[in-house]
C-alpha cells in the first residue's frame, strides 16, 4: 500500500509510538510517506530516524511563502487558490494549523499521487487531512488515531463539536484504548467507525531483567516523561521526599525534558532532596532502556491536568513492564488497562505512592514474580508486531477511491 502519515511534528524524541508504527509499515514492504512540521532545530533523534532514513521520507509543511514558490507547477498553483478560497471560510475551530498556512499545506500535499491509505496521529492532525481532502489537494480514505490531548484538552479549548465533520467524513476512528472509544462516542463518532488500535512495543527490545534489592541499597526510582503536568512528575517527587523522611533510602532519576523541568529542579531543592535526585535530560530509545534496567521501580503518576489533558496508555509503562520493572502509576485513563490495580493509586495522592513504595519494599522477596507477571501482561496485550499486522489490515479494509473531497464541504 501507499500510505500517508500525518502527524504534528517529526521526528519527535518523545513519540516513539509514532515512530515505531511507521518503521513497522516499512518492515512490511508498504510505502509511506510523512508529512509533518519540521523538529525544533538540534532537537535529538533516536537512531531509527537515520537507520530507514526517515527524513528523506517527510514532506515538511513550508511556514514560509518562498519555500513553496519553487514548486508553484499549474497544479499546485490550482492548490494554492483552491486553499486560499477555503481559508477565508475557516471557523476559529478549524485552525489546526494557521490560517494562512492551509494553502501552503494544500500545495505541499497537491504534489504527492493519490493514497491507498492516510493514517492521521492525533485528531487535530486528522482535521487538517480532512480539510486537504475537502479541497481536493490529498487523496485517500483516512482513518484517525486518537491519543489524548486531542480528545481532552484540545476539545475543551476547542469545542465538544470540533470533530463532527472529521467523524462524519472519515473513514475509520481509532482510539489507542476503551477509554477513548467512550470518549470518542460521547462526543457523537458513529460507534461503526470505530475500531481500538493500542499502541505498543518490541519486546525483543527489552530484555527481563528479575529486580532484586539487596540489603542496605537503595530503591532506584526512575521516570521517562515529556516534562508536563499530566505526567505527576510534581507528585513523583514529593513522595521521594515524604519516603526518605520516613527512613527509606531512595534514589530518582527524571529522564526527559520539557517546559516543566526549571520548576521541577526548584521543587527538588524546595524539597531537600537534590543529593537524591538526577535531571537527566532527553535520551534515545537505547539509553532509556539501559534507564530502566538499571532501576527498580518506574514512578509514572500521570494526572489530569488544569487545562484537562490527560494521557492515552505511556508506552513508557508497557517498555518497564517488559523489562520485569516494577511500576506504580495512577488511575487515569486508559493506564488501569494496561498495569493491574495493585500497582495503582489515585491521582495527586502523595501518601497513597509511599505507601505503595513501602509495600513494594516489604514485598522484595516477591519483585522477579511480579516482574514476571507484568512483561507477560504486555507481551500478551501489547505486542508491537501484532498490533501493526492489525493495523495492515485495517487499512487495506478501508474502501478504495472514497475519499469524500469535495471543495464545497470545505465551506460547510
Not at 507528585?235 to 526527559?256: D, F, H, P, S, T
Request: contains cysteine.
Amino acid at each position: 500500500m501507499r500510505i500517508a502519515l500525518i502527524t504534528s511534528r517529526f521526528p519527535d524524541i518523545s513519540q516513539t509510538f509514532v515512530l515505531n508504527q511507521l518503521t513497522g509499515l516499512l518492515d512490511r514492504g508498504h510505502d509511506v510517506t510523512v508529512f509533518a512540521r519540521a523538529p525544533k532545530h538540534g532537537a535529538p533523534q533516536h537512531a531509527d530516524v537515520a537507520d530507514y532514513d526517515l527524513v528523506g521520507r517527510t514532506r515538511y509543511w513550508p511556514v514560509r511563502l518562498h519555500e513553496l514558490l519553487p514548486t508553484l507547477s499549474d497544479a499546485s498553483l490550482e492548490a494554492w487558490l483552491a486553499g486560499l478560497r477555503a481559508a477565508r471560510n475557516l471557523s476559529r475551530i478549524d485552525e489546526t494549523v494557521g490560517r494562512l498556512m492551509r494553502p501552503m499545506c494544500a500545495v505541499a500535499a497537491a504534489q504527492e499521487a493519490p493514497f491507498d491509505a492516510i493514517l492521521c496521529h492525533f485528531g487535530n492532525s486528522g482535521l487538517l487531512a480532512q480539510w486537504l481532502r475537502d479541497v481536493g489537494s490529498l487523496h485517500g480514505p483516512l482513518a484517525v488515531v486518537f491519543h489524548g490531548s486531542d480528545i481532552t484538552s484540545y476539545v475543551r479549548r476547542s469545542g465538544q463539536d470540533v470533530y463532527s465533520r472529521l467523524f462524519e467524513r472519515a473513514e475509520l476512528l481509532l482510539p489507542i484504548s476503551e477509554n477513548w472509544r467512550r470518549r470518542l462516542i460521547e462526543l457523537g463518532a458513529p460507534k461503526e467507525k470505530i475500531r481500538i488500535l493500542r499502541m505498543g512495543i518490541d519486546g525483543s527490545r527489552f530484555e527481563f531483567q528479575p529486580r532484586r534489592l539487596e540489603p542496605d541499597t537503595a530503591v532506584r526510582a526512575v521516570t521517562v516523561a515529556h516534562l508536563v503536568e499530566k505526567k505527576g512528575i510534581e507528585v513523583a517527587l514529593q513522595a521521594v521526599a515524604k519516603a526518605a523522611a520516613k527512613g527509606l533510602e531512595i534514589e530518582y532519576r527524571v529522564v526527559g525534558d520539557g517546559p516543566q523541568r526549571g520548576p521541577l529542579e526548584k521543587l527538588t531543592d524546595e524539597l531537600g532532596i537534590r543529593q537524591r535526585v538526577v535531571f537527566e535530560g532527553w535520551r534515545e530509545q537505547d539509553e532509556v532502556a539501559d534507564q530502566l534496567r538499571r532501576a527498580h521501580v518506574l514512578l509514572a503518576p500521570s494526572v489530569t491536568s488544569k487545562d484537562g489533558d490527560q494521557e492515552g496508555i505511556p508506552v513508557v509503562l508497557m517498555e518497564a513492564m517488559a523489562t520485569g520493572l516494577l511500576v506504580l502509576s495512577t488511575l487515569h485513563s486508559g493506564i488501569p488497562e494496561l498495569v493491574p490495580h495493585p500497582y495503582l493509586v489515585v491521582e495527586r495522592d502523595v501518601d497513597a505512592l509511599v505507601t505503595r513504595l513501602e509495600w513494594l519494599v516489604r514485598e522484595r522477596e516477591r519483585w522477579p514474580a511480579i516482574g514476571e507477571q507484568l512483561r507477560a501482561k504486555v507481551l500478551a496485550d501489547f505486542n508491537l508486531d501484532r498490533l501493526n499486522d492489525q493495523l495492515v489490515e485495517l487499512l487495506a479494509s478501508l474502501p478504495a477511491g472514497r475519499d469524500r473531497s469535495t471543495l464545497g464541504r470545505a465551506t460547510s
